[in-house]
């Protein structure tokens, strides 16, 4: 790690009431360590220790809004209910105290299935009833269930607040349900919720937005997490052009997100090269360009393969920084997110500001089984 690499990922960030110290941003990973919804004393110390070793945001694992089959998996966060806020309250607590920042992220997995084969006691609902292309899953939402799930992640957003919690983000990345309303391959709706172009699908996020924003007040930053690609079609694309994107991403930013967090599998990937090449901006970059917002890159930061390769038990290596100092320091764009590599070892932040960075650790999938 050069000292200019290290100074441009610790430079200070601040947007409306959020300031961070650095530009390190610790990624939403689905842990599932919270029986029955509630995180305990376990998981408020795995967060505390990031925020010990100085990552500049914390963003929660995925915790679900207040919906029937909101979860694809047991033992995921919930971000309702007395128990679970409580024991959301203790994270918080317990990051604060550790002068540290924290946001949760806001989830419903749509009609996406799970890896262990559970299921939610009720059908699980998305715009189509699909999972994607040729894929029945679940019940089409009714206006009604659309209506509430909009309200519930206004609630969802209200009660983070409350809680202190310094930022909440929206899921709406990965083929889980906002993103199953923007792809035209789960979404085949006739009526306003549906489209034959991706803003008129991207209606349903919006309004989750306008919602948002009405319950948390201007000064609350609210996150918005996107993606391309969806786990149900790794080489999906909503936006094949610029103009795409924008038509796509303007509109949410306008809806109400402050800054766009651009998932994509390898962060160093031009996401248009026949327009700027090879080495072009990224999707984060692209976002940033075409709406004027804050954006959060992410994918395989400081590991040499992506997360996919990790849930199919591949190990990958610890590899330098140095791509990812070029783009920063041409402000492509202004907070990284990383995720397994933070996962596996909660003083990452601390070497790579030390410049220890042979003592980084390589990732080995039987770290998604702990809370170290």
């Known amino acids: 790690m050069s000292a200019s690499a290290s100074d441009v990922l610790f430079r200070p960030f601040r947007f409306k009431s959020l300031a961070l110290p650095n530009r390190i941003v610790m990624a939403p990973m689905t842990r599932c360590f919270s029986p029955e919804g509630v995180p305990g004393e376990n998981v408020a110390a795995y967060y505390r220790r990031r925020a010990e070793d100085g990552v500049g945001l914390i963003l929660s694992e995925g915790t679900v809004v207040d919906r029937p089959a909101s979860r694809n998996e047991p033992n995921i966060p919930f971000f309702h209910g007395e128990a679970a806020l409580e024991g959301w309250a203790g994270v918080v607590e317990a990051v604060h105290a550790a002068g540290g920042r924290i946001g949760p992220q806001l989830w419903h997995t749509g009609a996406t299935r799970g890896n262990s084969g ?35 992640f206004a609630r969802a957003a209200a009660d983070a607040q409350r809680l202190g919690f310094d930022v909440a983000e929206i899921h709406g990345a990965h083929g889980y349900l906002i993103d199953q309303f923007f792809w035209a391959g789960s979404n085949r709706r006739t009526d306003a919720w549906g489209g034959a172009t991706l803003r008129e699908r991207a209606r349903f996020a919006a309004e989750v937005l306008k919602a948002v924003r009405a319950a948390v007040g201007p000064d609350f930053p609210i996150l918005l997490r996107v993606s391309q690609w969806k786990q149900q079609d790794y080489k999906a694309k909503l936006a094949t052009t610029p103009d795409e994107m924008a038509d796509w991403l303007v509109p949410l930013v306008e809806a109400g997100a402050d800054i766009l967090h651009c998932s994509q599998r390898r962060f160093w990937e031009p996401e248009f090269p026949e327009i700027d090449g090879e080495r072009g901006l990224n999707f984060a970059g692209w976002a940033k360009k075409l709406t004027g917002a804050p954006t959060v890159s992410v994918g395989s930061v400081g590991l040499s ?22 783009r920063m320091e041409r402000e492509e764009f202004d907070l990284i997110a990383v995720g ?17 960075t042979a003592d980084l650790h390589d990732f080995d999938p039987a770290a998604l089984a702990t809370l170290v």
């Open 305 to 326: 393969g992506d997360f996919l390769a990790a849930f199919g038990g591949e190990h990958s290596h610890a590899v330098g920084l140095q791509e990812l100092e070029r």
């Open 340 to 356: 397994r590599a933070i996962l596996a070892d909660p003083h990452w932040v601390g070497k790579v500001r030390g410049g220890d």
């Open 118 to 152: 559970w299921k939610p006691p009720v059908p699980v609902e998305s715009p189509s009833g699909l999972n994607g292309p040729d894929d029945p899953n679940g019940v089409a939402m009714s206006e009604q269930d659309i209506a509430d799930t909009i309200a519930a």
